[in-house]
């Protein structure tokens, strides 16, 4: 079990729980892609919210990781969604221009129920 | 799209007074510390507001990030002298490498900091001015004194 972040399917929709307040290090940046990549791989069109509300600071570099990884999920056909992002991380969003493209959700549980909407109500 | 770094073969100015010099290897292993350290002073000198420590914490990551990244990772040091005069405050963060070239740096960004210039979008808009020096070894970041 990882100690960055928690998976767990919530109404057939993945959530990644981030358990850190610093994605900063790049070895801790990885490491977060790496899960993100393998809870993508297990259900590729699965829709995926990313709950950030334990977290108050991230990198560029991260900021790189979840575009692509955004990018790759439309190519499947998946949603990726950002939740719980605080104040600060909106505004680092906003100036990096990524809000114009990952949408963001209040919490987890908004994201979630969005994200099953979108997805015709898909159970698994 | 980021403009290409502005990068002076001299030292940095030298404005105001130190208020903070550390030394620490070019490892990720002290940055955090480095940051908090940076911070703190930053709002005991009432240079930053509450407000932008979140901001500012990002700015100064990036500019640590890459210092380490692109400089003497695991080999030498980084120097990091804060100063304050005159109702600014400016950090050197000098990695001790051979600097860069601005030719080398693609048009949207340095790559290493992000990709595609968001580490020198988030540093832009924080500081007033951010400038490399010694040949790009040194970043110099610069801002009115807002606390």
Known sequence: M????????????????????????????????????????????????????????????????????????????????????????????????????????????QGIAALRRAQGGASG | MAESPAIDPGPPPQHGEPLLALVRPADFAFHDELLDRIIERLRAGRMIADTEVELATHCLHEALANAIVHGARGRGSLRVELRAGEGRWSLAIDDGGTGFSADAVPANGLGGLGGRGRGIRIMRAFVDDLRWYRGGACAWLSRRCTG
């Open chain 1, 2 to 109: 990882s100690d960055i972040a928690t998976t767990a399917v919530h109404e057939g929709v993945r959530v990644v729980t981030v358990l850190r307040p610093r994605l900063l290090d790049p070895e801790t940046v990885e490491a977060f892609d790496a899960l993100l990549r393998a809870t993508r791989a297990e259900a590729p069109t699965c829709a995926l919210v990313i709950d950030l509300s334990q977290v108050r600071f991230v990198s560029s570099s991260l900021l790189g990781h979840l575009v692509l990884l955004w990018r790759e999920a439309q190519t499947d056909g998946a949603v990726v969604a950002l939740a719980g992002v605080s104040h600060g991380l909106q505004q680092l969003l906003r100036i990096t221009d990524i809000d114009r493209i990952i949408t963001t959700y209040p919490d987890a549980g």
